[in-house]
């Protein structure tokens, strides 16, 4: 059975840092690009970062760049998302996904974890 | 980046009935290569991860009930519920995976 398990949410200040984690199982982790999504109140859901198998390639929105920073760890079947100089508007639900097909970086999204939220306030 | 638009926001159903959602893209998603539109549907349901409902605009994904089905091709694309259960209630995207990926603001489906 594949699994995606988020973690590393919580509350941080404006400014602030924090490093979310996404344990994976079920699956060959290394065969896929894997991505980040977040879900805002505002604006359903967003499409953050994706990083190919070998983590040689990385792809961020817009609004994320040079701010966050995709990462993965084959040997330990693990996607981290590191995030620096939060604002209030990256508050959200994060969900880290798997991309539907090995070895392809366009394709849909087919398995998804229950996400970890991430509140940015003061 | 390519910017996609759903209609309605929100869509009140009766049971057994038709639901449709439309979603636009502002330029083509098909691929003439291997013809072949870029264009995924999801449900989200409140606590739960996003589902992937359809790819390609309207391959069904494993285990997703026949009364679920895409259509649509370039720049319009349709998702529809032929016979509304209430399990069916949440907010649907479509989401297009041809260039850095980009989701609809999403559709709230409720029963009538």
């Known amino acids: 059975e594949v699994q995606l398990v988020e973690s590393g949410g919580g509350l941080v200040h404006p400014g602030g840092s924090l490093r979310l984690s996404c344990a994976t199982s079920?699956?060959?982790?290394?065969?896929?690009?894997m991505n980040w999504v977040r879900r805002t109140p505002g604006k359903g859901l967003e499409w953050v970062a994706k990083i190919k198998q070998d983590g040689s390639d990385k792809y961020y929105v817009d609004s994320v760049k040079g701010r966050f920073t995709i990462s993965r760890d084959n040997a330990k079947n693990s996607l981290y998302l590191q995030m620096d100089s939060l604002r209030a508007d990256d508050t959200a639900v994060y969900y880290c996904a798997k991309t539907s097909e090995v070895k392809q970086r366009y394709r849909a999204l087919d398995m998804w974890g229950q996400g970890t939220m991430v509140i940015v306030s003061s | 980046d390519i910017v996609m638009t759903q209609s309605p926001d929100s869509l009140a159903v009766s049971l057994g009935e038709r639901a449709t959602i439309n979603c636009k893209s502002n330029q083509s998603v098909f691929y003439s290569s291997n013809k072949k539109d870029y264009l995924g549907w999801y449900q989200h349901k409140p606590g739960q991860p996003p589902k992937l409902l359809i790819y390609w605009a309207s391959t069904r994904e494993s285990g997703v009930p026949d009364r679920f089905s895409g259509s649509g091709s370039g720049t319009d694309f349709t998702l529809t519920i032929s016979s509304l259960q209430a399990e069916d209630v949440a907010v649907y995207y479509c989401q297009q995976y041809y260039s850095i990926p980009t989701f609809g603001q999403g559709t709230r489906l409720e029963i009538k």
């Open positions: 079920g699956f060959i982790f290394s065969d896929y690009w």
